[in-house]
Antibody
Framework: DVQLVQSGAEVKKPGESLKISCKGSGYRFATSWIAWVRQTPGIGLEYMGIIYPGDSDTRYSPSFQGQVTISVDKSISTAFLQWSNLRPSDTAMYFC?????????????WGQGTLVTVSS | QSALTQPPSASGSPGQSVTISCTGTSSDVGGDNFVSWYQHHPGKAPKLIIYEVTKRPSGVPDRFSGSKSGNTASLTVSGLQAEDEADYYCSSYAGHVIFGGGTKLTVL
């Protein structure tokens, strides 16, 4: 079965760095794009960006370009989302999701989410 | 503010039908058939329930159906069951994936 398993909840202070992970299994990890999606109350879901593990081709939503870094280590079937300078406004639930591979831009499997809390 | 507009809440009694709307523009929802819907029970992974406006992935009950008219897509849940109580998000494409703000469906 396809599974995306994310790292656990994090509590950080403003200005700190953080890297969360998403490990895929049950499919050929290198050949499916992995996206990151932020969930915040009142806004809902926001697409952050996407990476192709095969060649690390990465595309960011304009809203998140320069704010986060998406990376991958295909040798361990894991995608990452990282911040170098966390802000309280980064407090949210973060999901990774697998792109279906069709041209229709939908996500067929999702991780369980990683809650990130940034507070002094 | 979300890119796509959904009502914040919807409700229905067991056995009834409920329809959730998702309004965008001619550049996204109205521009192609890239509308999908996701069901999210808090604390769990979101689940794809509709893609390409009307298609259901394997294993999704046929009580869930999707449609579109102009710039508004809709998700209908027929024969409501207690386990349908969840948050529902629509999604489309406008150069990149965009989502609605989510609708909390309550089964009375």
């Amino acid at each position: 079965d396809v599974q995306l398993v994310q790292s656990g909840a994090e509590v950080k202070k403003p200005g700190e760095s953080l890297k969360i992970s998403c490990k895929g299994s049950g499919y050929r990890f290198a050949t499916s794009w992995i996206a990151w999606v932020r969930q915040t109350p009142g806004i809902g879901l926001e697409y952050m960006g996407i990476i192709y593990p095969g060649d690390s081709d990465t595309r960011y939503s304009p809203s998140f370009q320069g704010q986060v870094t998406i990376s991958v280590d295909k040798s361990i079937s894991t995608a990452f989302l990282q911040w170098s300078n966390l802000r309280p406004s980064d407090t949210a639930m973060y999901f990774c999701a697998r792109d279906s591979g069709s041209s229709s831009n939908y996500f067929d499997f999702w991780g369980q989410g990683t809650l990130v809390t940034v507070s002094s | 503010q979300s890119a796509l507009t959904q009502p914040p809440s919807a409700s229905g009694s067991p056995g009834q039908s409920v329809t959730i709307s998702c309004t965008g523009t001619s550049s996204d929802v109205g521009g192609d058939n890239f509308v999908s819907w996701y069901q999210h029970h808090p604390g769990k992974a979101p689940k794809l329930i509709i893609y390409e406006v009307t298609k259901r992935p394997s294993g999704v009950p046929d009580r869930f159906s999707g449609s579109k008219s102009g710039n508004t897509a809709s998700l209908t849940v027929s024969g409501l069951q207690a386990e349908d109580e969840a948050d529902y998000y629509c999604s489309s494409y406008a150069g990149h994936v965009i989502f609605g703000g989510g609708t909390k469906l309550t089964v009375l």
